[in-house]
């Protein structure tokens, strides 16, 4: 005789059947789907993310030249403000890990997704529309449960150039998120997490910060398919005008006849990397490297230790200068130009 059926146990010399055990329900992606049928009138948006200090100021320029609305808010770096209120509330409350989330819901997300969204488009009509926030990457998971048929734009920008651009320090836990996905460390490679310790060694925090930043760009991108662009900033520099009609046609948009106004590109912003210091490039490389191949990127011959010591001493005056501008704090916010962080308030 064979055994009994699944589902089924004996019990007395009789069969008797038993309920299958009850799935837990995932409140959470219910809440989210929930959100994302109020959001369908606006229609799938254009989103754009890197890593900060990667150019996209110049990309979102470009999307407004396609007929892209980009948002009411923005800072200086065209940057979404209202919608980095609401990655920051997702990063803080949530991020890296998406699935307590998607299990058990966020009863304050719902209201903080309608604001951001309503203060981003306003009352605009309807039309194509998107935002630019290089911190949308860490909340994909999120985004992209809200806004199924999305498209997505990943400006990559050499790792080099990137680490030499003065950031925000990873102080408070949001930014720590970024660079480390933890709000919990507190040194990494023996340097504390300290305005002082970015300020000696801010090229290796922004390295890592790219590292992470491009690497869970590519990986989220590539589950959207057919939706997901990878475009370079050097690219972009070196030919506008066949970056805009790259972007009209990943866009089904027609692109425009009359040429990228090309004062618009800073073509010097290119390989700056360059004239830092010797020490600090090769500090940052083994950082770097396997990623920079990942991305196409080679190392260049002509970054030499032995380089001359002028253009080392021009890297370190330039250096002096940039780390003046750095502010941080748990007010930080997007105000600067080509996405520098700076305190709105101290208290």
Sequence with gaps: MGSAPRGLVEASGAVVAFPPPKARPFEGARQLDHLSRQLEPLGPPVVVFNAS??????????????????????NESRDSLPIFDLVRYLVEAHAPDFQPLLQHGDPDL?????A??????????????????????NVMPVISRLFPDAHYIHLVRDGRDV??????????????KIYFNSDTITSW???????????????????????????????????????????????????????????????????????????????????????????????????????????????????????????????????LALEGRVSAGPGAKPRGLGGLFRVRDRR
């Design 110 to 114: 719902p209201a903080r997704v309608r």
């Design 163 to 176: 680490a030499f651009s003065p950031f925000v320090a990873p102080k408070a836990p949001f930014w720590r």
């Design 189 to 319: 490679r023996g340097l504390a997490m300290t305005q002082r310790a970015y300020r000696a060694r801010g090229h290796l925090f922004n390295a890592a910060r790219w590292v992470n930043s491009v690497t869970l760009g590519r990986a989220y991108g590539a589950m959207m398919g057919e939706r997901y662009l990878e475009i370079s900033y050097e690219a972009v520099v070196a030919n506008p005008d066949a970056a805009l009609a790259q972007l009209a046609a990943f866009l089904g948009i027609d692109a425009p006849l009359a040429p990228f106004e090309r004062d618009e590109v800073r073509t010097h912003s290119v390989g700056k990397w360059r004239h830092a210091p010797p020490h600090a490039v090769a500090e940052v490389r083994p950082i770097l490297e396997p990623t920079l191949a990942a991305f196409g990127y080679c190392w260049q011959a002509e970054n030499n230790p032995l380089a001359s010591r002028g253009g080392a001493l021009r890297g370190w005056l330039n250096r």
């Design 53 to 74: 200090h990667s150019g996209s100021r110049l990309l979102a320029q470009m999307l407004q030249r396609l007929g892209v609305f980009m948002g009411h808010d923005l």
């Design 116 to 137: 951001a969204f309503q203060a981003h488009v306003g009352s605009r009509a309807v039309g194509r529309w998107g935002w630019k926030l290089p911190e949308t990457a």
